[in-house]
């Protein structure tokens, strides 16, 4: 016979629910308002709002930026990520500790002196181009989730096996690639998964790196909240609720979420 669960931690339980879904469920029903302003709860149910997001130029344009940029800044991120982790795991007793807190750092500073300092070197100390620019802060923001994910699996594999391949002839770059990727796989999906939806969401770094003609999805709702309160809004913070759940929802049927508590 199972013990009984104290109705003290399932009402405890029931709170942390309705806390974490609660803003959510608001956001879906202001989206959903047939009113001109935002409201809730809504006085009549419609989809109009929702088809005004892919009406409006702007957010169309900002919307394939912002995707263009997450996948961009994530792959190039993975790129560095993946080897730094692989040294970091494979040769932790010869490099110092300090070098692993160097990939961290991005995560410690606050997000707006990172910005900020971007724009100075960047965009105006180096002149380089608006997309250049955001591509290469989107990249160093989610560096971290990068190097610490991919590094978790790293640590947790057995390089011996990397070493039985070497010592069978395989060239150590080839091992690297059909010995190692292949077991830390969950780890890379998960970091660049992580990566993915920071890069998508930023705000703090790409507002000091946008300018004339290039903006984000999540910069570009800001300006049109200056001009406008409709659930216009609310209808594009679902529609990136509902990318978040889809890019779950395709790990979870190709290799599982079990993975990400190992």
């Known amino acids: 016979m199972r013990p009984r669960t104290h109705p003290l931690l399932l009402a405890f339980a029931g709170l942390v629910f309705v806390f974490l879904l609660g803003p959510l ?18 006085r009549g149910l419609t989809l109009h ?3 005004n997001v892919f009406q ?8 394939l930026t912002s995707f263009l940029l997450a996948i961009g800044g994530t792959a190039l991120s993975m790129t560095i990520g993946i080897p730094a982790a692989y040294a970091l795991a494979r040769y932790r007793i010869v490099l110092p500790r300090a070098l692993a807190n160097l990939f961290v750092l991005p995560i410690l500073i606050p997000e707006i002196v990172m910005g900020f300092s971007l724009m100075k070197s960047l965009a105006i100390g180096w002149g380089m181009p608006i997309v250049a620019s955001l591509l290469i802060g989107h990249a160093l923001l989610v560096l971290p989730y990068c190097v610490r994910v991919v590094g978790a699996s790293l640590n947790a594999f057995d390089f011996s096996i990397e070493e039985a391949a070497v010592s069978l002839g395989c060239p150590r770059w080839r091992a690297f690639f059909i010995v190692v990727l292949p077991n830390v ?8 998964i992580l990566a993915f939806i920071t890069s998508l969401n930023d705000v703090s770094v790409s507002i000091f790196l946008t300018g004339p003609g290039v903006s984000t999805l999540p910069i570009q709702l800001l300006a049109h909240m200056e001009q406008f309160f409709d659930p216009t809004i609310a209808s594009v913070s679902v529609l990136l609720m509902f990318v978040t759940v889809a890019v779950m929802a395709v790990v979870e049927r190709t ?7 190992k």
């Open 25 to 42: 469920v608001i956001i879906l029903g202001a989206a959903l308002s047939d009113t001109s302003f935002l409201t809730f709860p809504p």
């Open 49 to 51: 709002w929702f088809a």
């Open 56 to 63: 409006v130029e702007a957010f169309k344009r900002t919307m």
């Open 185 to 192: 796989k969950p780890g890379i999906i998960a970091g660049f």
């Open 255 to 261: 290799l599982g979420l079990t993975f990400l508590t």
